[in-house]
């Protein structure tokens, strides 16, 4: 059996796919999986046993260019690429207009979540079949019940399989490895408390090891690694990456897809969760501890801090500061993380 599988996007929606892929590839013997996703993350689908063909799309780049893109040829080879074949199954596992699209234009009977069950209801019109999956728990879940009664299978009862391919931990020094980039300004944890955690870990007897992927990350990594025994790792593909995190006796992360990542390869992790709610999308599993604020404002879900004046906080009794922003983190300290992580490593060990 050959399916079509359309999960483009991001990082962490990508993982969030693959213990469902892993269900159905122990449901069903031979099961292969073409994937269409976002060229960025073309490195993901391709970990998966079960995943034949990995077809990229650059949605996110064509929609700043939508000529160039056009003219350019690539639009046209992308839908090339994608009619090549016909597929037993074509599932949009999205929920979006823009991956309904693409499901309506391959060949094969064509799934994804009906109007009650989708993040955008319009999708649902370019399905042949509409799945109703309910909403209000977490996407790993629900992506896993999505494939089950698409293929027609009971729901597996065993924890989530990301099918990722485990190597042995080679380094002999414990590291703890922090996962300080994200995309909103709201989900940095600002960078004086990174440098203080630094200073906790060394003390425990841990070193510091700091990817990276953009320039700013480069030199927040730089000045977390300042007067700190760190490992500024170079430039790193998503591959190169699930080694190094597969090296490491514990993570420290904000709300980033790495986050996720870390989550499937089951690295005891602690994630901070100022702006953004982890119950229907934060890191899933084993040895994963989620840190929340507890400030009246949070979460606000919101892409810049909404919420900056503290007088209402103080009237609640906290001692606030206004060198720590977003507001979110005051309570969210280098040293609370360091308690719940000492606790964790201890646990899973």
């Known amino acids: 059996m050959r399916v079509l599988l359309v999960k483009t996007s991001s990082l962490g929606d990508v993982l969030h796919a693959l213990p469902a892929v892993t269900d159905a590839a122990h449901a069903i013997p031979g099961i292969q999986f073409d994937w269409v996703v976002e060229a960025p993350f073309a490195e993901v689908p391709a970990w998966h046993p079960a995943v034949d063909r990995v077809i990229p799309v650059s949605i996110r ?35 979006l207009i823009k991956s309904g699209l693409i499901t309506r234009m391959v060949r094969g009977a064509k799934f994804g979540l009906d109007g009650e069950s989708a993040r ?54 414990p590291t703890i490895l922090f996962v300080h980039g994200t995309t909103w300004v709201t989900k940095h944890w600002p960078d004086h408390y990174w440098v203080e955690l630094a200073v906790l870990v060394n003390q425990a007897g841990y070193r510091v090891m700091l990817p990276w992927g953009t320039p700013p990350e480069q030199q927040r ?51 901070v969760y100022g702006s953004t709610n982890p119950g229907l999308t934060g890191t899933w599993g084993e040895n994963q501890v989620h840190l929340t604020s507890s400030l009246a404002c949070s979460p606000c879900l919101k892409r810049t801090c909404q919420s900056p004046h503290l007088e209402n906080e103080r009237e609640r009794g906290k001692a606030l500061s206004s ?15 360091w308690d719940q992580l000492s606790k964790l490593l201890n646990s899973s060990t």
Not at 74 to 95: C, M, N, P
Not at 125 to 148: M, N, S, W
Request: with cysteine.
């Open 61 to 95: 780049r064509w929609r700043k260019s939508p000529l160039k893109a056009l003219f350019s040829g690539e639009w046209s080879s992308f839908k090339t690429v994608l009619k090549e074949r016909e597929y037993d199954l074509v599932l949009d596992a999205q929920g």
């Open 221 to 271: 990594a730089k000045l977390i690694a300042t007067e700190n025994d760190a490992v500024i790792l170079p430039k790193s593909s998503l591959t190169e990456l699930v080694e190094k995190f597969q090296q490491v006796d514990g993570m420290v992360c904000v709300d980033s897809g790495l986050a996720h990542l870390g989550a499937a390869l089951k690295t005891p992790s602690i994630t």
């Open 120 to 173: 955008e209801p319009l999708a649902s019109h370019f399905y042949d079949h509409p799945v109703f999956v309910e909403k209000g728990e977490h996407a790993i879940v629900r992506l896993r019940k999505l494939f089950a009664q698409t293929l027609g299978y009971a729901l597996p009862e065993t924890e989530a399989d990301s099918g990722i391919r485990t190597v042995e931990k080679q380094s002999e020094i």
């Open 323 to 337: 060198d720590v922003k977003p507001v979110c983190y005051q309570d969210l300290t280098p040293q609370r993380v």
